[in-house]
């Protein structure tokens, strides 16, 4: 990725998080941490992806509230960030924090109950 699309991108990121967690008034938009901002090479879309908190329902909520709430985004990022055109906002959540809990679930699951054994293995491969 071009060094400027990841200067963006991390400007992009610190600005969204200032301006959602203290100049929303949605009561929708709580509990909501920007982890990450993906931004396409013509600068035309920035993927915003945020940790949410509460049920899926309470999280579907949350990001139409993102969803409205992006038009005014775009404006305050305007005023902030000196680029010639602001990317439009695509808000997801972002589940690679749930993936990780799964594959830590699934590897406990195969793990033997002394845990994993510390010894060498044999010149065949197989432990004696």
Known sequence: MPRRIERLNEQLKRELAIHIRGGLR???IQGVAVTAVRT???????RVLVRLEGTDAEKRQTLDGLDRAAPFLRR???RELRIRRVPEL???????????D???????????EGGWSEEE???DGLES
């Open 102 to 112: 799964r594959i830590d679930e699934l590897l406990s699951e195969v793990r033997p």
């Open 76 to 78: 305050m990022l305007g």
């Open 40 to 46: 396409t090479p013509d600068l035309n879309l920035a």
């Open 121 to 123: 293995p044999d010149d």
């Open 26 to 28: 949605d009561p929708r």
């Open 90 to 100: 695509d808000f997801r959540e972002d589940v690679s924090q749930q993936r990780a």
